[in-house]
């Protein structure tokens, strides 16, 4: 694994080429990895995944799922790739499923728990290398104690999380070096301390001195921290990580904070985020076309949206039913409006869900269950927000992030993007389809 970053101001913009069994695989950076359960992309089989442009070139897996198959993965012993039928593909094991919920209270000084669908698994550092070893892993977490996310942490538990954390990553470090099945797997050490500034200091500096191959900033999932508190701690633990090993962030997929975060050293993240999207019956519809167009700027010059056109509250046709999670990047589509609007999901856009089918019947398959729906609605949402990182890219190749950040943050500003049937928002012209 090599990182090659080209200096571009405001990002790090570059790859981390060398990757995968032939090591002709690599990430372009800033990017995002594959979120996967056991391997395989919600909703998708391997050719439907095929049909969606971008597909980072690291798919991750969560430890969770793979700890209850240990035994099968040990006794088949060529390692989850294989075994999930994807050999080809870059695996990053993480610790915990982005989505999945993570209760609090139950990490100790030896072990570390991981909640699956048959409940809590006390991990200790042996157990977790075992497992690895089954698994073999191209990058994996190394197991941490992140729980400082919910609610108020002392900072005698924030110091509590480094030191177990560094004590684990020795432990796991020298098992490491013993495992011949791991000689190929780099270890991303995590770095902790909840919301205090001088424990995430030394936690970033103390795990910087051992040998791992990347590292995971850990812990700023939730809305525990204050964003200002969590972007300045972000700050200050990047600027103390050397520049020639990759950043990984947890729990951050919202394209605002996608962007506060790369504009902080932040190099990838995950893909739960359009996952999210899909199980709540949305679909992606920002715009991260950040050239001027003539229509958006006369729309512009009109003044923002109309606001009753965004306000999702006034209208009681089934709004009510929708998540309160809504964010203003997408549109709910069970909402009854969209039953006879047969525009795209979104205007411009070259999904194959977007090229073959409409607003209703994506409306239609929601509203009586149809599995198809899930299927369609990650498909476009998966690319939708592949293609926004090769967007972000592009834009700090031409030194435009700051065009790029202003239209993301008026969006991000708006309330959910419900246009009426044949309303076109001025976000939904042609999406800016970025060379990676
Ligand atoms: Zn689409």
Known sequence: MRLELRGAGGGRLGALAGLGPGGGAALALPGCLLYTRTGSAPHLTRDTLRAVRGVPAVAQLTLPALAELH???????????????????????SLQDPVAPCPSGYNTNKTVSLWGNSGRMEMTPSKFMDIQRAIKPDWFQCISDGDTVSGEVSRKRAKKSVDRSLSFLDVCLQLLEKSPELQ?????????????????????????????GGFLLDGFQGRAIAKETKLKLIASVTAELPEDKPRIIHGIGKPDEVLECIERGVDIFESFFPFQVTERGCA????????????????????????????AEKDQDGISRADPEITPFEIFLKDKRYQDDFGPLLEGCTCYCCQRHTR??????????????????????????????????????HNKLDQLKKLIFTQALQGPTNAKPGQKSQWHGSPHHATP
């Open 184 to 212: 190929g797997s780099v270890m991303i050490g995590a770095i902790e301390g909840g919301d205090i500034l001088e424990e995430r200091l030394r936690s970033a500096r103390e795990t910087a001195k051992r040998p791992v």
């Open 360 to 397: 209703a019947y994506v409306h239609h398959l929601l509203v009586t269950n149809e599995l198809l729906a899930g299927v369609l609605l990650m498909m476009h949402n998966f690319q939708h927000y592949f293609s926004f990182f090769s967007a972000i890219r592009d834009a700090l190749r």
């Open 284 to 311: 992606l519809s920002f715009s991260y076309d950040y050239h001027p167009n003539p229509e958006a700027a006369v729309l512009k010059q009109n003044g923002v949206q109309d606001p009753e056109k965004n306000n």
């Open 71 to 93: 035994e099968v993965l040990e006794e088949y012993k060529e390692g989850a790739a294989k075994f999930i039928g994807m050999p080809d593909t870059v695996l990053y094991c």
